[in-house]
């Protein structure tokens, strides 16, 4: 969150984003920018705005009435803020955990449960982070998102090495799908497996 927000209490950060939310928007607006839905967050799983929870919090449970809860109060104040200067606004929220279908499904819901607009949920797809991730999971994510509640869904963050990462935050990236090979030919193999299924 920003330094200047980082001694207010949940409510006062609340209003805080509902004013900044309303000023970006109309701000957007007023330059003739239209956006089809306005994305609130960026890979939210687990928090946003300072709002977070630590690796020992990560389960269902203490997400659902904890984390989520309070995500979902500052979620709905950038929503309100938004809605004052585009009254048709939709809304894209978008979560990192793709590959976990369970999660993904309790996430948007707990989310439509407190009360958040939900038109379009985004996930990305990075199978070299995680040595556990499958096409059919994702797949599985996308068809029971799409028919368990009825959300259109959207690759937000899709990446597959052509090359081994050697350093950087993203040095550990490293995973091989079996099949794919991290060079250009594998890439693309993969980039065309994906959209084929």
Sequence with gaps: MPEI??????????????????????????????????????????????????????????????????????ILAAQVGIRKADPNARFMLHIAQGNRPHFALAFFQ?????????DLAGLSVYPAAS??????????TFDRIQTEMGLPVLVSEFAYPAEIPQEGLFASWRNVVPGFPLNSQGQADYISLFLQN
């Design 5 to 74: 927000w980082a001694e207010l209490s949940l409510s006062e950060q609340a209003e805080a984003i509902e004013t900044y939310s309303y000023e970006t928007a109309k701000h957007l607006l007023d330059a003739g920018i239209r956006p089809i839905y306005y994305e609130i967050g960026n890979e939210i799983d687990y928090g946003i705005s300072g709002v977070f929870a630590d690796l020992e919090d990560r389960g269902l449970e203490s997400l659902r009435s904890e984390i989520w809860l309070d995500s979902a109060t500052l």
């Design 110 to 118: 707990t989310m439509r449960n407190y009360g958040v607009q939900v």
């Design 131 to 140: 040595g556990v991730f499958s096409i059919e999971n994702i797949c599985n």
